[in-house]
Structures are given as structure tokens and as C-alpha cells.
């Protein structure tokens, strides 16, 4: 599934409508160069979990938590994580297989971590196409993430 997104506003309301659909323990991993995007639809899927809180990328803490909306939150940046032991360390494990969501902002750099089952956001800028033009290709690995099809901007 793609969408060709030009704002932020946009970006942000797809992590919304996104966030409406998310189940319990659902895990949504994000990929994309700096400065595309991965923490906006992070802020816009908490948004539609419920959750006002301020959301801010745990970029030195590698995970914060939000427990104010309809599901819990667990909001990983695991770009600064040289080593997959570093994650694990802080029971990557117990958090992922919770009933909370799951957001990993880099997860490509944990992919061999990963479980099998997740639903795959890569966001992408074209700057021929403007400053804020984004494509977003969503890819779901499981069959427990098929309502993803209803997804709409």
C-alpha cells in the first residue's frame, strides 16, 4: 500500500488514521533517512491511540512509554544502538510482546531481531517533487495485520 503524501499535516494524519485501526499488541516499524517523517507518524499513530501526550523521539533513552490512551505506547529509537544486546538489555522482549503498541523508529537496524509478524512503514522524500512530498509504502508481514487495508488518508 502506498500514499503520496505532500504536507506534514498529512503525514501526521495517516499515523492518526493508522493509530485508529492499531490492535493490542500490534508492532509498526518505521524506516527512512533522517528527516523523513518517522517521528511525525509516530506523533499522528498516538494521536489516534488516544494518547495527548507530548510525544518526543527516545533517541538516548531508546524507548518511551504512553500508558493515556486506548492501548499503551511503547515508542523505540534505536538509532543510536550499536549492538542488538544493547536493546535487550532493557527487555526489548517483554515490551514488544506486550498488549502495548509498538513503535521502532531504525528498525532496520534491529532487523534481526525482529519478530516475524510486523507491519512495515518506509517513508521516502522525492525533492523534485517539493520539500514536503513523502511516499510511504506500508507493508504488512502477517496475516493478523490484514484490517491494514482499510487504512485511508
Not at 534505536?78 to 526489548?92: K, L, T
Not at 534491529?110 to 519478530?115: F, G, K, R, T
Request: hydrophobic share 35%.
Amino acid at each position: 500500500m502506498i500514499f503520496k503524501i505532500n504536507s506534514v499535516e498529512d503525514t501526521t494524519q495517516l499515523g492518526i488514521n493508522l493509530g485508529k485501526l492499531l490492535k493490542s499488541g500490534d508492532i509498526v516499524c518505521l524506516t527512512g533517512d533522517l528527516g523523513t517523517g518517522k517521528t511525525h507518524i509516530t506523533k499522528g499513530i498516538a494521536k489516534g491511540l488516544g494518547i495527548e501526550d507530548n510525544i518526543t523521539s527516545p533517541t538516548f533513552t531508546i524507548v518511551n512509554e504512553y500508558e493515556t490512551g486506548r492501548l499503551k505506547l511503547n515508542h523505540f529509537d534505536v538509532y543510536r544502538v550499536s549492538d542488538p544486546d544493547e536493546i535487550y538489555a532493557i527487555g526489548f522482549d517483554d515490551y514488544i510482546f506486550s498488549d502495548a503498541v509498538s513503535v521502532i523508529e531504525w528498525a532496520n537496524y534491529i532487523e534481526e531481531i525482529l519478530p516475524q509478524d510486523f507491519l512495515h512503514i518506509l517513508i521516502e522524500k522525492d525533492l523534485s517533487q517539493g520539500e514536503d512530498y513523502r511516499k510511504i509504502t506500508i507493508t504488512p508481514y502477517g496475516e493478523k495485520y490484514n484490517y491494514i487495508k482499510e487504512l485511508t488518508l
